[in-house]
């Protein structure tokens, strides 16, 4: 069936380096996707946002890629700090406001 | 964006019982979300809940069992019936229009003994 998931579960990086997180789709009608932050204890927190007719969108230290043609979305983080320690989650809006999201992955930022 | 908040943020049941889930939003909103997060899992949509009109559930939820009110277009209830172990999990509201990020409540830390 169709899903959104994420390529790797937890990701470890030293404090100062760049982060990418990876997220693939199999619905080629999804034309909205959002990357979300979630702190323990929290609820998801809106990051940034891409819609379909858009292959790159940047925001305060995070920039979002969409490749169609692989069904392939990528969050990146620059510059990764200790209070970017959260789990990501990826979302597929569908055109109904049917939202879906992906397994999630546990970013970890060593010191 | 809205701000949305839960009641209670957190709590312990008996097995049997049922508890209610209160989602309040400080502006007027159309589509209001309920969502189901097992413990480190994502999150699963359970209801779509628009004031005036019966909830919508998804696949393998039931109203039987997840009761959703909304008298306005500020709030929301769920409530989880009959609670079993299985039910142990975070319960989330959301808020969002169509093509536009939902924004989310901290949510609702359930457990059953």
């Known amino acids: 069936g169709e899903s959104v998931g994420l390529h790797l579960p937890t990701l470890s990086v030293q404090e100062g380096d760049n982060s990418i997180i990876n997220c693939a789709y199999s619905?080629?009608?999804?034309?909205?996707f959002i990357w979300y932050k979630q702190e323990s204890g929290k609820g998801p927190q809106f990051i940034i946002d891409i819609r379909s007719n858009m292959d790159k969108r940047q925001g305060q230290r995070v920039t979002v890629l969409l490749n169609k043609t692989v069904k392939h979305l990528s969050l990146q983080i620059a510059a990764t700090q200790p209070g970017d320690s959260a789990v990501y989650f990826c979302?597929?809006?569908?055109?109904?406001?049917?939202?879906?999201f992906g397994a999630g992955t546990r970013l970890t930022v060593k010191p | 964006s809205a701000v949305i908040s839960q009641k209670p943020s957190r709590d312990i049941c008996q097995r049997g019982t049922s508890l209610t889930i209160q989602c309040q939003v400080d502006s007027q909103v159309t589509m209001m979300f309920w969502y189901r997060q097992q413990p480190g899992q994502s999150l699963t949509l359970i209801a779509t809940a628009n004031q005036g009109s019966e909830a919508t559930y998804e696949s393998g939820f039931v109203i039987d069992k997840f009761p959703i009110s909304r008298p306005n277009l500020t709030f929301s209830t769920l409530t989880v019936s009959n609670m079993s172990p299985e039910d142990s999990s975070i319960y989330l509201c959301?808020?969002?229009?169509?093509?536009?990020?939902?924004?989310f409540g901290d949510g609702t830390r359930l457990s059953i003994l």
């Open positions: 619905n080629s009608a999804s034309d909205y």
């Open positions: 959301s808020v969002g229009q169509g093509g536009e990020p939902q924004h």
């Open positions: 979302a597929e809006n569908k055109v109904n406001n049917d939202m879906r």
